[in-house]
Every structure is written in C-alpha cells, then in structure tokens.
C-alpha cells in the first residue's frame, strides 16, 4: 500500500509563464494510487504538473497541498528528469551519492549500492563512468538512484523514451516491484500500451487542463469524451 500520508490535492492551481497560461485551472486529489499515469499531446502540460506536484515549479496561483509539510513531502520525493542528469563519476558514485547526502554510513551505503546495481543489472559496470552508458543503461542507473533512498513518492518523466523494447520491459520491472514495496509512482508517458501496463489511475491532460481522470480500466475502455477516444486511437488531438 502506498502511505495515504503522500497524497495531494490541487486547488485551483494555475501556472502562467510570459503571460500564456500552460496549466490550469487545476484541481485534483491524487487519491490512494499506487500508479498515476499522466497522458496527453505535447505541450499538454503533464512535465509542468509534475514539478507543481514535487514543488519545483513557481505557481501562479492556486493552492498545492500534500497531507505532510511541504519540507517533509519534498524529503519523501524523488524526481528523475526526462533527460537525467548525471554525475560524470562511476556508476557505484552515483548510486552512493544520494545514500551520502543522506548520511548514511559506509557499510549500509555499500550493501545497498550492491543491491541496487544488481536491481538495475549494471553490477558488472560499477566502475564505469556514467557518461558512457547506453541511453538504456542510463535510464536504469538514474531509476536506481532514485529508489535507493526509498521514496514514498516517485515522479519520472517519460523514463522510457526513445529505449527499445527490452530495456522498457526492465524499467516496467522495477517499477512494479518499487509500487508493490510502498512507493507512489507518478509518472508521463507517450506510450499507451505502457499507460494500459503500469497504471492504475489516469490523468489525461489537454491544454493545460485536465481533460478526463479516473480509474485506468474505466479510462481505457470507455473513455467519456470524444478527445481521449481520439488520443487512445492515435489520432492526432489539439
Ligand atoms: N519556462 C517556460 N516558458 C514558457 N513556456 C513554457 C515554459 N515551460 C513550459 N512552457 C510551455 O508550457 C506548455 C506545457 O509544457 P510541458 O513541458 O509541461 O508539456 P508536456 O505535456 O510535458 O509536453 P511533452 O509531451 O512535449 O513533453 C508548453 O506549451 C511549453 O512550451
């Protein structure tokens, strides 16, 4: 279960930038999902929202509230960037150095990067300098990063973009064993069929605003309005 602590409501929630509103008014409670999948066309918004939910993106106005202090909400967070950024140190470096800020001692901090490495199926590359990894590989070490220090919540940003089918498989893996050990996932997607895998609620975005939400399998199966029947054909939608 996740800990219906982490959970958050949007009041009225409007982000404005250079005068254009690209989100808003939104309002929603992200309810007791373990898996949140967030669709919708580009520009839709669904990167601003997430950073609205992790706190990392300025709000014109309206109200975002997580049932903890914000500081204690932000603490159980982790966020992994469409692009993740690296340090462009080893492979073990980088799976320690959230352990490190956290500071958790020496030994703790090795079993656990052990662990992680083998989760992530990079243990042979521990002292690989993370630049070199493959856009796959990469994916997986910034995944890793992230659930070593064990989130409550987890925000990942199209963490399957551009990888081919295997490394897809292993990242839905790991995701599902980290739902099924206690953190909520809120995650983009452009893939439907990833969307239809992992999720057990959907928000599907348009224009900034949020278009149609409820459960997955209500979603899927009988979308209520006429542009995400068209978004789940693949049809293009404005
Ligand atoms: N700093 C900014 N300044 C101006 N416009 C911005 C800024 N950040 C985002 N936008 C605009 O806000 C809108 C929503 O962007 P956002 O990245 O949230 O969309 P998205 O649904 O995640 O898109 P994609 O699927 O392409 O990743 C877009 O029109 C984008 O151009």
Same mark, same amino acid.
């Given at each position: +279960? =996740?800990?219906?602590? +982490?959970?958050?409501?949007?009041?009225?929630?409007? =982000?404005?930038?250079?005068?254009?509103?690209?989100?808003?008014?939104? @309002?929603?409670?992200?309810?007791?999902?373990?898996?949140? /999948?967030?669709?919708?066309? @580009?520009?839709?918004?669904?990167?601003?929202?997430?950073?609205?939910?992790?706190?990392?993106?300025?709000?014109? !106005?309206?109200?975002?509230?997580? !049932?903890?202090?914000?500081?204690?909400?932000?603490?159980?967070?982790?966020?992994?960037?469409? *692009?993740?950024? +690296?340090?462009?140190? *080893?492979?073990? %470096? @980088?799976?320690?150095?959230?352990?490190?800020?956290?500071?958790?001692?020496?030994?703790?901090?090795?079993?656990? =990067?052990?662990?992680?490495?083998?989760? /992530?199926?990079?243990?042979? +590359?521990?002292?690989?300098?993370?630049?070199?990894?493959?856009?796959?590989?990469?994916?997986?070490?910034?995944?890793?990063?992230?659930? /070593?220090? %064990?989130?409550?919540?987890?925000?990942?940003?199209?963490?399957?973009?551009?990888?081919?089918?295997?490394?897809?498989?292993?990242?839905?893996?790991?995701?599902?064993?980290?739902?099924?050990?206690?953190?909520?996932?809120? $995650?983009?997607?452009?893939?439907?069929?990833?969307? $239809?895998?992992?999720?057990?609620? =959907?928000?599907?975005?348009?224009?900034?605003?949020?278009?149609? *939400?409820?459960?997955?399998?209500?979603?899927? @199966?009988?979308?209520?309005?006429?542009?995400?029947?068209?978004?789940?054909?693949?049809?293009?939608?404005?």
């Amino acid at each position: +279960m =996740v800990d219906p602590q +982490m959970s958050a409501q949007l009041v009225d929630v409007v =982000v404005k930038r250079r005068g254009k509103t690209v989100l808003g008014p939104v @309002n929603l409670d992200l309810g007791a999902a373990r898996f949140t /999948i967030v669709i919708g066309p @580009n520009g839709a918004g669904k990167t601003t929202l997430l950073k609205v939910l992790h706190g990392v993106e300025r709000v014109s !106005s309206g109200t975002v509230q997580w !049932s903890v202090p914000d500081e204690q909400a932000r603490q159980a967070q982790a966020y992994v960037f469409q *692009s993740p950024i +690296m340090l462009r140190r *080893s492979v073990r %470096q @980088n799976l320690a150095y959230p352990l490190e800020l956290l500071g958790t001692g020496k030994d703790e901090t090795a079993h656990r =990067v052990a662990t992680w490495a083998r989760n /992530i199926g990079l243990e042979d +590359m521990l002292d690989t300098p993370a630049p070199r990894l493959s856009g796959g590989e990469k994916q997986k070490l910034a995944l890793g990063r992230a659930l /070593i220090r %064990q989130p409550k919540v987890l925000f990942l940003d199209e963490p399957c973009a551009n990888l081919d089918g295997r490394s897809t498989r292993e990242i839905e893996a790991l995701l599902t064993v980290a739902t099924k050990a206690g953190t909520r996932i809120v $995650m983009t997607t452009h893939n439907i069929g990833q969307a $239809m895998r992992l999720s057990e609620t =959907v928000i599907f975005l348009l224009n900034g605003a949020v278009h149609e *939400s409820g459960p997955a399998s209500e979603f899927f @199966n009988a979308p209520c309005t006429p542009e995400a029947q068209a978004f789940l054909k693949g049809d293009i939608v404005e």
